[in-house]
């Protein structure tokens, strides 16, 4: 299974906000789709993306990683 380009945009908004509640509002949908979209995400790069924290999330290194060729990919991808 591939990641979709729905889970980059979903990523880079949660990257942008640091939260997960706050990502999923700003997208329109809810927390738990979020959530389920980030651990397929996740499961298809292999390792967490995300360290979460009580204000939030943290990038991993792996996380940075992504997000800095996240928009690149999703400029390829349309």
Do not use: D
């Not at 738990?32 to 360290?51: V, Y």
Request: with cysteine.
């Amino acid at each position: 299974m591939l990641a979709s380009p729905t889970e980059l945009y979903y990523f880079n908004e949660i990257c942008q906000t640091l939260n997960l509640s706050r990502a999923s509002e700003r997208l329109g949908i809810s927390q738990p789709s979020l959530s389920q979209a980030l651990k397929r995400l996740e499961t298809f790069i292999g390792t967490p993306l995300f360290i979460r924290v009580k204000t939030g999330v943290k990038l991993t290194k792996a996380g940075y990683q992504l997000h800095n060729h996240t928009n690149e990919l999703l400029t390829l991808w349309e």
